[in-house]
């Protein structure tokens, strides 16, 4: 599998999820899962509201032990990676576990493009860091995930938080997000420089000819026929 | 295998309130009578341990003595660890264990007071200067290469050439030593378990000048001296090897490498870090070459390491960086050089933090490294057998006995568990302080068949208790995970 994963493989993994641990019995007054479906408003910022939910589940768990039960709870609904995405492109660096991180493009929606993460670790703590980024961002728009930073995790207050040693090469938090960073921007400038190219190639069939020295001035947009 | 451990009493019982589970978990201190460091007549009568009895295959079969028969006196831990206040304090809850030396040591109340007194009372820059300050900071700063010097009996206090760290001491000799003296074809003789420091610069310099590396590989997971012998030859220009190993513990035997090496004509560096602020290292009974350290594993400050080079050697070799102090005349198209050890240390130095420097070697010599190294071998013993009794582990490394000595750390990983995890939730919830990962020692865990494994160092202010504390936290932390699959 190469580096940028087909978007199709995340909407057939996200449907076959890992099977499920038996879940333990949690206070009456845990916060409902974040991945129970709720229609989003218009103009809300997903990955926000997500992060936010997340956090308060989080946070209605008093005691620490059982804030890392929860965790491990999410390490074990991290969909199957599949043992070919388990390649260097794919490798996080930096951490002291082994994280693999696939990332594509989804233009399913509305004609607007939407970030895919899937993620894996071979330590079960990273893996659920992974989990809860993934929880976070999966589906989101470019924008929503280069605006997150390491420290919005922080609010998780699980082991390990990203609130402490942001800049430690260490921090599964830290590399994982810039890891999705780095990727969305690269697979955002990948289309933009193609749709360049493809508007380029429309011109030169057309009655108006780019030359060397239009480069770089801006070019009446083609309406996508799509 | 059978080994006798002589006056070390065995673990107390699992139902100790020093156990996990107590938040109130306590660890015993004795009350220092020494503002700074330990007198030597207050250490020499405490006896480590008087019980002694012997070790069965079966760690499990270890008899479990009260915890009044324990001990007639304080151990070197319990009586060191008051002049070290960062050892004090509560972690997520509980009081810290760190056992992480082989990362970094802790620094004792003297150190920090050494650092602290510099820059209040004589900071100023050195050599240059002819005012009282300058003259009062550079006495300090080259008593601490005397004391260094002594520390490892070097024949010659310009044998002693201060670096920012071993990795830079050992950057040192392979940009200057190993540029000049390096051709197409010479090879370098390495150990497949070198630190990351002891193998990069090589390969750097080894691209520049054709050289080739050539690796020992293990053999019961401890360097192959029988290969390493039938990887000598004319050809063999150097031999990097650590004393210690930060990963299996192992200590190779220097004195015979070096006599081996010498013998086709190969220079030998030794990497110390983990050999010189825990046992007595005599450069010249050693007759090395090179030799690295570094401060902050020593109870020194960071930012502050050394190389001992013999100083026909030091004095052949052309300058690493260039700057001021290095000089002798500058002109605008060349310019002469010092002697050494001034040649190697351009620029103004880490003054504070050599004398500091030198204030750990003031106190671990008033300890004695004698008793630092027999105190931890016996620590040693107790960590290698408590923790070979957890199911489901593989320490890595040889085990100690009579004639197989052991550094007081353990690297190890249980089976189905991350180490990471491991580290991770010993952390969380106990407080316990190890390492997770390479361990700067990739190649060597490649050669281990893992990625990472997790690491339990110590030194001689950790104690017996704090042993049995990470054991038992280890015990409850497997459990967990192995529930929580």
Sequence with gaps: MEATADARWFRAASRSCAPRRQRRRLPADFVRCVHAARPFPAGVDRARHRLGRLANEFRSLPEPLDRVKRLLDYASELPAFPEAGRVPANAVSGCTARVWLAVAADDGEQGRTRMRFAADSDSEIAKGFCSCIVTVLDGALPEEVLEMTTEDFGALEVMGSPARAVNSRVNTWNNVLISMQKRTRELMAAREEKEEQQEGGRFLCGTWRRSSSDRGASLPRIPDKS | MAASLCHFPPAVSSSSSLFVGSKSRSLLLAVSPFKHFPSKSSISASLPWTRSYAVSNDAAAFSVASPSDLRESPSLGEITRPDFPILRQV??????????????SQKPSSVIKALSEYYELYNSNVHRGVHYLSAKATDAYEEARNKVANFVNAADRREIIFTRNATEAINLVAYSWGALNLRPGDEIVLTIAEHHSSIVPWQIVAKKTGAVLKYVELTKEVPDLDQFKGLLSKNTKLVVAHHVSNVLGSVLPIDEIVDWSHKVGAKVLVDACQSVPH?????????????????????????????????????????????????TDVFQDYSTYAEPPSRFEAGTPAIAEAIGLGAAIDYLSSIGMEKIHNYEKKLSEYLYYQLSSVPNIHIYGPAPSDTVHRAALCAFNVDNIHPTDIATFLDEQHGVAVRSGHHCAQPLHRALGVNASARASLYFYNTKEEVDTFIQALKDTIEFFTTAA
């Design chain 2, 91 to 104: 972690v997520n809850g509980f009081n810290l264990v760190y056992f992480d030396n082989a990362a970094t």
């Design chain 2, 279 to 327: 046992m007595v290292v005599d450069v010249q009974k050693l007759n090395v070459d090179f030799l690295v350290a570094s401060s902050h594993k020593m109870c020194g400050p960071t930012g502050a390491g050394f190389l001992y080079g013999k100083i026909n050697l030091l004095s052949s070799m052309p300058p690493f960086l260039g700057g001021g102090e290095m000089i």
